[in-house]
Structure formats: structure tokens, C-alpha cells
């Protein structure tokens, strides 16, 4: 059984830093991604990786901002948020792929995480 547990959300102010974690268990070496989803939107994917770290995806919102890494050894993956603005305001869900590539289609993604909320403050 696969299992994602984020972790790390919180509230913030504008322009403040957050990193968030999710824990995989069940499988590991997959491509993984994290989504986003605010009130009254679609879920987003907001950053993607492969399964070795050698190649990353981010939407062009958070691009020099967010940075998204892994560490195969403990099966969990990041995503650090700097300058956060407080469009950022989700919930943030990570996602294990279908294989050890990376894409950003939701259909992609097999498993997800229960979420994590992230609340920016203007």
C-alpha cells in the first residue's frame, strides 16, 4: 500500500520562506510532483521531479522562487517556498507518478497525499 504524507504546511507572511515534506512509503524511485488547489480553483501542479533529481518542472508562477529536491535515501521529497505572496494560499498535495519520468498532467499521478494547507498573510 502506498502511502504520501505531507507535512510543513503553515501560516506565513508575505515574503516569508515555508518548506514542505512528503513522505513516501510503499514505493520509491517514482517521479513525483506537487499540486496545489485554493477555494473555488482547479488543483494545479506547481513543481515536478524525476525520480533521480536530475531533471525539475515549475509552473511559471513560482519559478525563481520555489524549489522542488528529494532525498531518495528517506523516500521524501520537498518543495521550498521563498518570497511567498499570498496567491500561493492552497492547499499543497504531492503526487507519485506512473513511472520514474516526470509530467504535469493530474492523470499521471497514481497516488496523492492528504494535503497540506499554506496561508500567506499580505
Given at each position: ?9 503553515g501560516?506565513?507572511?508575505?515574503g516569508?520562506?515555508l518548506r ?10 517514482y517521479?513525483?510532483g506537487?499540486f ?5 480553483k482547479?488543483r494545479e501542479?506547481?513543481?515536478?521531479i524525476?525520480?533521480s ?5 515549475y ?6 522562487r ?7 535515501a528517506?523516500n521524501?521529497?520537498?518543495l521550498?517556498?521563498?518570497?511567498l505572496?499570498?496567491?500561493?494560499s492552497?492547499?499543497?498535495y ?5 513511472d520514474?519520468g516526470l509530467?504535469t ?17 499580505s
Amino acid at each position: 500500500q502506498v502511502q504520501l504524507v505531507e507535512s510543513g504546511g503553515g501560516l506565513v507572511q508575505a515574503g516569508g520562506s515555508l518548506r514542505v515534506s512528503c513522505a513516501a512509503a510503499g514505493r520509491s524511485n517514482y517521479g513525483m510532483g506537487w499540486f496545489r488547489q485554493a477555494p473555488g480553483k482547479e488543483r494545479e501542479i506547481v513543481a515536478a521531479i524525476n525520480w533521480s533529481g536530475t531533471n525539475t518542472y515549475y509552473v511559471d508562477s513560482v519559478k525563481g522562487r520555489f524549489t522542488i529536491s528529494r532525498d531518495n535515501a528517506k523516500n521524501t521529497v520537498y518543495l521550498q517556498m521563498n518570497s511567498l505572496k499570498p496567491e500561493d494560499s492552497a492547499v499543497y498535495y504531492c503526487a507519485m507518478g506512473g513511472d520514474r519520468g516526470l509530467a504535469t498532467s493530474r492523470t499521471w499521478y497514481k497516488y496523492w497525499g492528504q494535503g497540506t494547507q499554506v496561508t500567506v498573510s499580505s
